[in-house]
């Protein structure tokens, strides 16, 4: 059964995880939502998670060098996001993603409390989605 609410879905698009944030667009209050396994058909698991969450969009953050200059790992998201097009129909969007791991660790440390690197993950998809908010502030539900 498909959720009725409008959500924005954001990924951390990583080797071994997929970090994975969402909101609701009449709320905007981003929040980390789960970890994928890279090498566990991402595309089935983001296609049933936008099902669930009522995904109206993807946001993808796009990794790059410190001084905007594309990477080895900006391609592979690219490639990613092209591989999951078909299976997950949804308009994608790129954001910027610079420092959002790093940003995400450091808080996650600042807490006190024991965490996983896919807690990183799934929050430094959640630092992607503010941005992309408000970078967007024309995306409404």
């Known amino acids: 059964m498909q959720a009725t609410r409008s959500t924005i879905l954001a990924l951390d698009v990583g080797t071994k995880r997929i970090g994975v944030a969402a909101t609701d667009l009449t709320v905007r209050l981003p929040q980390p939502l789960t970890t994928l396994q890279a090498d566990n058909n991402p595309a089935q698991q983001l296609q049933d998670l936008a099902t669930r969450e009522g ?18 790992q900006t391609q592979l998201v690219r490639t990613f996001a092209e591989q999951i097009k ?40 959640t630092y992607i989605l503010e941005d992309f908010l408000r970078d967007h502030p024309e995306v409404t539900a």
């Open 55 to 72: 995904a109206v969009g993807l946001v993808i953050g796009l990794p790059r060098g410190l001084d905007g200059q594309e990477t080895a």
């Open 86 to 125: 078909i299976q997950v129909n949804l308009p994608q969007y790129w954001q910027d993603e610079a420092v959002t791991s790093r940003q995400a660790e450091e808080e996650l440390k600042s807490r006190g409390k024991p965490y996983q690197k896919g807690d990183i993950d799934a929050l430094s998809a």
